[in-house]
């Protein structure tokens, strides 16, 4: 037999700590930068994990976090745990009414939360039912609230012990919470074991799924708060990788400046990111050097071709397309280029890269047609996605729609896709973006994609709208590129997808619209699209 090993997520951190205690982490503060090294910020945890302590955390109590991506952030990611507890780190974006229920519901007792964020959580405080302490992640000199009893982070670590004492604790205990973020009903929560995160940092670093190393230096756009900011923080400190934070709202000129500066090799965030980078650079004009970038994880969403296209031919960086969610930690499946695949052309090439690619080692799935019968990999047949893995979620936190989502031992994650024979999975729809048109199935993604790769066009989102005699029928909101407002069409756009699509296909209608509504993790919104043009004909 082998050892007894409890695989924990302040392991990570002491790996780090002990292997790599020179590596930076960098973060934007206003118009500076903060700059410490693994050793500081492992003593600081160190401190943290105490003062928490000292404020009455318990193991198994619940630590919120409400920050932009920062190094006290990052200390946030790891202290809690480290003492047995759980680290909840809230969706800075939600309504308040969600807001409200999701503090409430996981119990925060301790709230950290950024100088400029605390309006926020002001309007809810007569709300809050379990928080005990609001800690404002800064110095004394910036607690500028009418929170009760608010302390600066920096006087309850300057206090605390600086010893480390990790906590007891077995390998399946949570330690880390995230809440969906509800486009379609309350927020369902999510629990993280330390099991799940420290084998989802070693699966998610390897060569052939984000291929991390010492020598990187990430930049994650992607928040804290969005899916446990895909696992990086944590994979990053496994891996001893520099670590860039972009602080408070990040914009395309900000993230331009910090690859730049900072030598950036590996950034992630979700499409609308990578495509209102690319529209700052072509307006801007400023030549920024990226040569540093390496990689750039997309995901979140599908990322169009015509981004791709762009990225490499025009800046010459390779964005490789991620999938996952909330309910696996987040990741699922990266898109490398298989070996035997190699000898692709440029535009096959070019269409492989479009697909969600093959899941990382840990990761099993099912597809499942509608009568719940196994689905062929075979690159046409479609079904669900269905996945079973050490770091997939079982259920939703104490609640009752988990029966829903989580049957026999897999979960079932709403998303229609193939897979072909390499295994590579392309995401044909979310079940509820789908457009039924007089019983057949129409792709929202596929148009999208398509009337994005128009010139003129920087964003469309293709929804369903009610159709007397199909039911459904697909209804395309474009957004134009600035400068060509009032030139682009609706034959325009029809004319430019019209060859690559069967005729049924096409979009009844194009409206033109000033901006696609984005959800609070950036993603297109289209419920809010499907409220507006509920009754458009
Ligand atoms: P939320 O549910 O709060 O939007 P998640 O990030 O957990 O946040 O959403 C996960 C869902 O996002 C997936 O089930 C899938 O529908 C979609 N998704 C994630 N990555 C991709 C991708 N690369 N391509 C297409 N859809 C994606």
């Given at each position: 037999?082998t050892m007894?090993?409890?695989?924990l ?7 780090a ?8 982490i ?15 910020m ?5 401190r943290?994990g105490?003062?928490l ?28 745990p480290?003492?047995g507890a ?5 969706n800075?974006?939600l309504?308040?009414d ?8 996981a ?9 400029d ?16 302490h609001?800690?404002?992640?800064g110095?004394p000199?910036?607690v ?11 006087t ?6 600086a ?14 919470l995230?809440?969906?973020?509800a ?19 070693m ?14 230096r990430v930049?994650?756009?992607v ?8 696992g990086?923080?944590?994979?990053s ?6 670590q ?7 914009d ?5 400046e ?6 950036v ?16 650079i072509?307006r801007?004009?400023?030549e ?8 750039i994880i ?49 535009s ?7 697909k ?28 669900e ?15 009752e ?8 031992g ?9 897979i072909?024979?390499d ?27 398509a ?12 929804i369903?709208?009610?159709?007397p ?10 957004v ?15 004319d430019?997808?019209?060859p690559?699509f ?9 409206v ?26």
């Open positions: 037999m007894h090993y409890d695989l997520a302040h392991r990570i951190l002491e790996r700590a002990t292997q790599f205690p020179n590596k930076r960098i973060t934007r503060v206003g118009e500076g930068t903060h700059r410490y090294t693994y050793a500081d492992f003593a600081r945890t160190a943290l105490n003062a302590r000292e404020l009455g955390v318990e193991p198994g109590d619940r630590v919120g976090t409400f920050a932009w991506n920062n190094y006290r952030h990052l200390e946030a990611y790891f202290a809690p480290t003492i759980v680290v909840h780190t809230i800075i974006r309504a308040p969600d807001m409200a229920y999701i503090i409430n519901h119990g925060d007792k301790v709230l950290l939360i950024d100088p964020l605390t309006p926020v959580i002001e309007t809810i405080a007569d709300r809050l039912t379990t928080v005990r609001f800690v404002i992640l110095e000199e910036e500028s609230t009418t929170l009760p009893d608010a302390i600066a982070y920096e309850v670590l300057a206090a605390a012990s010893e480390y004492s990790p906590a007891d604790v077995d390998e399946y205990a949570t330690m880390g995230c809440y969906t973020s486009t379609t009903g309350l927020p369902k929560g999510v629990a993280y074991s330390h099991r799940a995160v420290y084998l989802h940092s699966a998610s670093s390897a060569v052939d799924v984000l291929a991390l190393s010492e020598r990187d930049m994650a756009i928040p804290m708060f969005h899916a446990n900011c895909w990086l923080p944590y994979s400190t496994m891996v001893g990788a520099d860039i934070f972009p602080g408070l709202r990040p395309p000129r900000i993230i331009c910090l690859v730049e500066r900072e030598g090799t590996f950034s992630a965030g979700v499409p609308t990111i990578w495509i209102g980078v690319l529209d700052y072509q801007s004009g400023v920024y050097d990226l040569s540093s970038l390496k990689q997309s995901g979140g969403s599908a990322v169009p071709l015509a981004i791709l296209q762009a990225y490499r031919d025009q800046l010459g960086v390779e964005i490789v397309h991620a999938y996952g969610m909330t309910e696996a930690a987040p990741l699922i499946s990266v898109n490398r280029r298989r070996s035997r695949l190699d000898g692709l052309t440029e096959e090439q070019l269409a492989l890269s479009a969600q690619g093959v899941t990382a080692a840990g990761v099993e799935m099912k597809l499942v047609d509608e009568n719940g019968d196994t689905a062929e990999w075979d690159g046409e047949q479609r079904g996605l269905w996945f079973r893995g050490p770091w997939i979620a079982d259920e939703y936190v104490n609640d729609r988990s029966s829903e989502t989580f049957v026999d897999w979960y079932h994650s709403g998303d229609i896709a193939s072909d024979r295994g590579y999975i392309q995401i044909v729809d979310r079940v509820k973006d789908m457009v039924k048109s007089g019983g057949e199935w129409i792709s929202s993604v596929d148009l999208e994609s009337i994005m790769a128009h010139p003129d066009v920087l964003e469309a989102a293709v369903a709208i009610p159709h005699q199909w039911q459904e029928r697909p209804l395309a909101c474009v134009p590129r600035a400068g060509t407002s009032g030139q682009l069409t609706k034959d325009a756009v029809l430019f997808i019209r690559d069967a005729r049924w296909w096409l979009p009844d209608d194009v033109f619209i000033d901006e696609i509504p984005k959800t609070s993790v950036g993603k297109f919104d289209k419920k809010v699209l499907r409220e507006r043009f509920e009754d458009h004909r």
